[in-house]
């Protein structure tokens, strides 16, 4: 039986960075519990360099914003995607309805 998974938990309106934790955890394939602001991509989930660039892709989708390659990959912890996602989505135009 497939599992639901974190991000498909979530309300359509969850905050942005709890969004981005989700989209982390299940991208990883980690527990929600275990992705947090000070863990680290790398040494703490397991993250390479393909993982940042289909985190980056994914974040665009999802967000509708672009992401530059060197700000994700210069990201070390779950804290540093969250505070660059949380600063792209701030500055993207807004949609007009």
Same mark, same amino acid.
């Given at each position: 039986m497939p599992h639901d998974t974190v991000t498909e938990r979530l309300p359509a309106d969850a905050?942005?960075?709890?969004?981005?934790? @989700?989209?982390?955890a299940d991208h990883l394939g980690h527990d929600a519990a275990r992705v947090i602001d000070d863990a680290r991509l790398v040494q703490d989930l397991g993250a390479d360099s393909l993982d940042f660039v289909e985190i @980056?892709?994914?974040?665009?989708e999802q967000f509708s914003i672009e992401v530059p390659d060197d700000q994700v990959e210069s990201a070390r912890t779950v804290g540093d995607i969250v505070k660059l996602v949380?600063?792209?989505?701030? @500055?993207a135009p807004t949609k007009a309805a």
């Open positions: 905050p942005v960075e709890d969004r981005v934790r @989700a989209l982390l @980056a892709i994914t974040v665009e949380r600063s792209l989505v701030d @500055a």
